[in-house]
């Protein structure tokens, strides 16, 4: 069954530092999504992409923040300048259809900001 | 704020007893319901979906959908150990809201 593939599974970056999130989305899949979740709270969108450009985006999607669908396969989030407060589960979902059609995450990366 | 309530747990059934989920949301303009099953430390799985007010059946689980009352449910049968999780309310308009989850263990 395809999946949604997220690298790194653990990312440890020093706070300040830019880091990266990589997700292949399923290959039929239009609409992709971030979300973060911190240790023991909920899932929190992030923004959600599609036709090659966002088309929703949270409060917590600050500038710091972009994403980018650099070829036909890859989805990536980009974190600016980290902060300790970054430092959660992130997880990528990809959907067939529309924004309110079921969507199918990723394993998730852990980033740990020291 | 759109909000999506769901009882923390945990939720403790006996193996072979049904368990009940419940879920309250506050927006009236949601479209699309969602159940997911999140393991500790894994990410979230898709259970079931429900757009209609009503009853939807698929296996052991089912979905339950009173729009009017902003309410959402999610009755697993004949539970298993291996249904043991927190699950995971989500409702959809351009977004998707969870749920903080109900952590349950079915007890063997």
């Known amino acids: 069954e395809p999946e949604v593939t997220q690298t790194p599974s653990h990312q440890v970056t020093q706070m300040g530092q830019e880091v990266i999130l990589r997700c292949v989305p399923i290959s039929n899949h239009l609409y992709f999504y971030w979300y973060r979740q911190i240790l023991g709270q909920k899932v929190e969108f992030l923004v959600s992409f599609y036709n090659n450009e966002i088309s929703e985006k949270s409060e917590i999607f600050d500038d710091q923040f972009s994403v980018e669908r650099p070829d036909g396969s890859n989805f990536t989030l980009k974190i600016r300048s980290t902060k300790l407060e970054d430092s959660a589960m992130y997880f990528c979902?990809?959907?067939?259809?529309?924004?309110?059609?079921?969507?199918?995450f990723g394993d998730g990366t852990r980033l740990s900001i020291l | 704020q759109k909000e999506v309530e769901q009882n923390s747990g945990p939720l403790s059934v006996p193996e072979g007893a049904i368990a009940s989920l419940n879920c309250t949301y506050s927006d009236r303009g949601s479209q699309s319901f969602f159940w997911y099953r999140q393991y500790s430390g894994k990410s979230p799985e898709l259970i079931m979906f429900i757009y209609s007010n009503g009853d939807k059946e698929d296996g052991r689980f089912t979905a339950q959908l009173n729009k009017a009352s902003q309410y959402v449910s999610l009755l697993i049968r004949d539970s298993q150990p291996s249904d043991s999780a927190t699950y995971l309310c989500?409702?959809?308009?351009?977004?998707?809201?969870f749920g903080t989850g109900t952590s349950l263990t079915v007890i063997p």
């Open positions: 989500a409702v959809s308009g351009n977004q998707f809201y």
């Open positions: 979902a990809s959907g067939r259809t529309a924004s309110n059609q079921p969507q199918h």
